[in-house]
């Protein structure tokens, strides 16, 4: 069952950017303060790595090192649930892949994609050069 919803993704050249969202798939969704909102990222025949993530409660922020500087994460509460964003900046070839928003409902292991329990379909993100 799909908890969340990724958009934004799309062809752009190197040196680029494009912002994906991330919102939960129904009402029903509830983004609970101690959750971690993420997003990880899987090319063609390599396994899924994070990319960055945000605390609910205080908006800590978490950033792969291959993103860093260039990738900025962050998130909107409203009522019981909200949105992540993604904005990516100066893209580079190597960050095609196909990313995925995930929720993290343990508050702990940000960069562990196990203890991301709900995910999205994913959008594909392809930079040329």
């Known amino acids: 069952q799909v908890q969340l919803v990724e958009s934004g993704g799309g062809s752009v050249q190197a040196g680029g950017s494009l912002t994906l969202s991330c919102v939960p798939s129904d009402r029903t969704f509830v983004i609970y303060s101690s959750y971690i909102m993420g997003w990880f990222r899987q090319a063609p025949g390599k396994e899924r790595e994070f990319v960055a993530a945000v605390t609910w409660r205080n908006n800590k922020k978490f950033y792969s090192d291959s993103v860093k500087g260039r990738f900025t994460i962050s998130r909107v509460a409203a009522g019981n649930a909200g949105a992540v964003y993604l904005e990516m900046n100066n893209l580079k070839v190597e960050d095609t892949a196909v990313y995925y928003c995930?929720?993290?409902?343990?508050?702990?292991?940000?960069?562990?994609?196990?203890?991301?329990?709900?995910w999205g379909l994913g959008t594909q993100v392809t930079v040329s050069s």
């Open positions: 995930g929720c993290n409902p343990y508050g702990e292991s940000t960069y562990d994609g196990r203890k991301y329990t709900y």
